[in-house]
């Protein structure tokens, strides 16, 4: 078996942070320079969290489709993922509001921070200093007078504009409509997406995206995509009833705010952010059931001392950060944490074996540098739905107990140094959706694992020294979307069956020399759905069936690409009108 290239033996180091902040800016200087929206360039929705690195060859027609499976995002879907609940990588970029859409105003370009009505309330005070006495228990008083500050802003607009207090002296929920309203002004409110009820004459639980008890206390705070841009005021630390906060896909600055003091809170979702700083500050608060961070530039290490306070912890999305270190044992602790993301970090070492003892239904680990044997603890993860390895350098072999997981739905260990033989207990793994083995060190013949698959959409074992014949049950898979078998040692002829892949939409079989005889026609009408199909730099002969040809122009087929160079081609394919690209 041919050794791996340094490449493929190797995890690439990762570019420091300066040299994508270089690139961002060049990409938005040359994208202002052509008029094209900044928005375009933001790439994040709210549920896939990366696009599949098999597409990414499109239109690349000098390389062979790999498998790198990208980690992230988004999504949610890396290697033609469909998974759900996978977040997304990107985030989005603040952008101004359409030009026919006036932005909302909540103070005038005159606006006084001093009482503008005269007025005495109980006790003998004016209301500026009913006002500043409430507030100063939050905020230094400097602060709460300074104009140019988000909080002086605040608070002229309590005191001078709110039509909701309208002069008068109560003091009822004046400190949480002061912080929501700090906010605003923290995070250029008036270019919001969605501001129904901001800077209006309602109580304030009645504004879009705030959330209270019965009572009237703040208790959630949701303006995902909400095109917030701006800091977290640290005036958070006195919403004492807030339970959940999502600014998920904004453009938050800044650190993790101190969020110690609120012992309520138990959801947090400040993914795809700008955030920078520590990932797990030691002000995080007790209690909290679902942590998500992704997708920010986050650094340090995950410390023990919060595994410890977070017993009830369910949900850990870190990825797409550059978190470091490994992953302690002490998350064998958290029984109730099901979902466990942490994909495109700088994490190293060999996973725990006591992540075998809790009820995980979600790992995703790709792109970092973990190494030695995938566990054998973790066959007790019985709920186990989604596990992805990908881009690591993990090492020995794919054990049978594989099988035991009977639950997955997306497995990919490609671009790792996995040696040994496909284990043949895949073929009881039936929910699978996604599976990805390539650019690995297996070695004997890919085994016939497809009959029981029959929800399999991407299947890749591209880049292996794999042999044996290309297995006729493959393309017998009714939801069968993506194949990558290119550049491996698999012989034979394609199969017949390749006409019954209703659905497939990229076939890549190019760099198989070994691959022999005809490509077989799918009769007219047959794979419908196909876009891409690779047959270039293999043993092929004969022509190209019409039927295939006829797609290039009856249907969705852009990419075609086959050995038809040369005056004796080894495969007949007119060019361009079938054929795309000859070799």
């Not at 270089?22 to 900044?38: D, Y």
């Not at 466990?340 to 995703?364: D, F, K, M, T, V």
């Not at 207990?425 to 929910?431: G, K, M, Y």
């Not at 075609?560 to 795309?580: H, N």
Request: proline share 7%; glycine share 10%.
């Amino acid at each position: 078996m041919p050794e791996k290239s340094e490449e493929q033996q190797q995890v690439p180091e990762k570019s420091p942070p300066w040299k994508f902040i270089l690139i961002g800016v060049g990409v938005v200087v040359f994208a202002l320079a052509i008029g094209l929206p900044i928005g375009l360039l933001a790439g994040g929705s709210g549920s896939d969290d990366s696009s599949s690195a098999l597409s990414a060859t499109n239109g690349s027609p000098n390389a062979s489709p790999t498998s790198s499976g990208g980690s992230g995002g988004g999504s949610p879907s890396g290697g033609g993922g469909s998974f759900p609940n996978q977040p997304p990588v990107s985030s989005p970029t603040f952008q101004n509001p359409p030009a026919n859409r006036v932005p909302i105003k909540c103070l005038p370009d005159d606006y006084r921070i001093d009482a503008l009505t005269s007025g005495v309330c109980s006790g003998g005070l004016r209301r500026e200093e009913l006002y500043l006495r409430t507030l100063r228990q939050i905020t230094a008083q400097s602060v709460l007078t300074n104009p140019s500050r988000p909080q002086g802003k605040a608070f002229a607009f309590l005191l001078n504009y709110d039509p909701y207090f309208q002069g008068s002296c109560s003091t009822t929920g004046l400190k949480e409509r002061y912080i929501l309203m700090t906010l605003f002004f923290s995070t250029k409110g008036e270019y919001w997406s969605r501001q129904v009820g901001w800077c209006g004459g309602t109580q304030h639980c009645t504004w879009s995206g705030v959330s209270c008890s019965s009572s009237g206390t703040i208790t959630g705070i949701e303006l995902a995509t909400n095109n917030l841009s701006g800091t977290i005021p640290e005036e958070f630390y006195a919403l004492q009833h807030l339970q959940r906060i999502n600014l998920f896909a904004n453009s938050i600055l800044g650190t993790i705010p101190n969020f110690s003091t609120l012992y309520n809170l138990k959801e947090i979702d400040l993914q795809n952010n700008l955030l920078t700083g520590n990932a797990f500050p030691t002000s995080l608060p007790n209690g909290v059931t679902h942590y998500k961070v992704s997708g920010n530039n986050l650094s340090g290490t995950i410390p023990t001392s919060i595994l410890d306070k977070w017993t009830q912890l369910q949900t850990l999305w870190a990825g797409n950060n550059q978190i470091s270190g490994t992953i302690p044992t002490q998350f064998g602790r958290l029984n109730r944490l099901t979902s466990l993301y942490l994909y495109e970090n700088r994490l190293q070492g060999s996973l725990p074996a006591q992540l075998g003892n809790i009820l995980l239904q979600e790992i995703w680990l790709s792109n970092n540098f973990f190494e030695q044997q995938i566990p054998e603890s973790l066959l007790f993860l019985g709920s186990l739905k989604l596990f992805r390895l990908e881009n690591n350098v993990f090492s020995g072999s794919l054990a049978t107990w594989i099988g035991l997981l009977t639950n997955l739905q997306d497995l990919r260990v490609n671009n790792n140094n996995i040696a040994g033989t496909v284990p043949v207990q895949l073929d009881q793994l039936t929910d699978l959706k996604e599976l990805q083995i390539g650019t690995n060190f297996w070695s004997g013949n890919l085994p016939n694992i497809f009959r029981n698959l029959q929800q399999l959409e991407t299947f890749d074992a591209s880049n292996t020294d794999l042999g044996g014949t290309i297995p006729t049950a493959l393309f017998n898979i009714p939801t069968l979307e993506t194949v990558n078998l290119s550049n491996s040692r698999l012989s034979g002829s394609i199969p017949n069956t390749l006409s019954n892949a209703g659905n497939l939409q990229k076939l890549y079989l190019n760099d198989m020399p070994n691959l022999r005889g005809n490509l077989p026609s799918p009769g007219q009408g047959r794979l419908g759905s196909l876009t891409e199909l690779l047959v270039h730099r293999t043993g092929l002969t004969g022509s190209m069936p019409t039927s295939i040809c006829a797609l290039r122009s009856d249907s969705f087929l852009d990419t075609l690409e086959a050995d038809c160079l040369g005056g004796s081609p080894k495969l007949q394919c007119d060019f361009p009108d079938c054929c795309t690209r000859c070799y």
